[in-house]
């Protein structure tokens, strides 16, 4: 089973709309989780750590669930200009590397 | 401008001529690491290094050298590329590997091996 696991989407939503992702890990030590954004053959950006007790910034909502080991993702109110790869990354307790999620697609339309 | 350099954007090579692919960060971070990412596989870690004559490996490191002898540099060397290093290659700096700090990834460099 792999560390980190994304529904690849894609997802297609109109603009305005409210979307989630999830990731789930398999490593209940890891310690550190984040989201990045990838925009088409550019290098991931930081879009948001991931806290315990959540993280809101702006239209973005990130969510940490231990006990079930996934984090979230939301965007509202959805832009032509959040179209992108969305991907997770964790780092376990044990280790160093930060290991990504494979992404998640995002489309929104007009 | 903080930022993470890498060179050449853009390779083209043959099968088993060595080459180099140069990563330099200007912000004197201890944290520095080397990803390749494929359609379906992801970013996968190639090499890791947390300070100065610090590596270690990530999840696909054969094939691959790396050294850090400066704190800004991390250079990425294939002694003998294969196609299957065929690929685009990430390095990426950060204050601490260990810690919850953002992770700076230069812009990427595209190889081909024929």
């Known amino acids: 089973r792999k560390e980190v696991e994304q529904d690849p989407g894609p997802f297609n939503v109109p603009e305005g709309a409210t979307v989630a992702f999830n990731c789930t890990y398999s490593?209940?030590?890891?310690?550190?989780f984040f989201w990045y954004r990838q925009d088409c053959r550019k290098e991931p950006k930081l879009l948001m750590s991931?806290?315990?007790s959540g993280n809101e910034d702006g239209r973005f909502t990130a969510q940490l669930n231990r006990a079930s080991q996934y984090i979230s993702l939301l965007i509202r109110d959805s832009k032509l200009s959040d179209s992108a790869t969305y991907l997770c990354?964790?780092?376990?307790?044990?280790?160093?590397?930060?290991?990504f999620g494979k992404g998640t697609s995002l489309l929104v339309t007009p | 401008e903080a930022q993470v350099t890498q060179n050449p954007r853009y390779l083209i090579t043959v099968t088993g001529k060595k080459l180099t692919v140069t990563c330099s960060q200007n912000?004197?971070?201890?944290?520095m690491s080397w990803y390749r990412q494929d359609p379906g596989l992801g970013l996968r870690q190639i090499y890791y290094?947390?300070?100065?004559?610090?590596?270690d490996k990530g999840d696909v490191p054969e094939g691959y050298k790396v050294s850090r002898k400066e704190k800004r540099n991390f250079p990425l060397i294939l002694e003998s590329p294969s196609p299957n290093q065929t690929s685009l290659y990430f390095c990426?700096?950060?204050?601490?590997?260990?810690?919850?700090?953002?992770?700076?990834f230069g812009p990427g460099t595209r190889l081909t091996v024929t």
């Open positions: 990426a700096s950060s204050l601490e590997g260990r810690t919850a700090y953002e992770q700076y």
């Open positions: 490593n209940s030590a890891s310690q550190s």
């Open positions: 991931v806290y315990s």
């Open positions: 990354a964790v780092i376990p307790l044990s280790g160093y590397a930060l290991n």
């Open positions: 912000m004197n971070h201890e944290y």
């Open positions: 290094s947390m300070n100065v004559e610090v590596t």
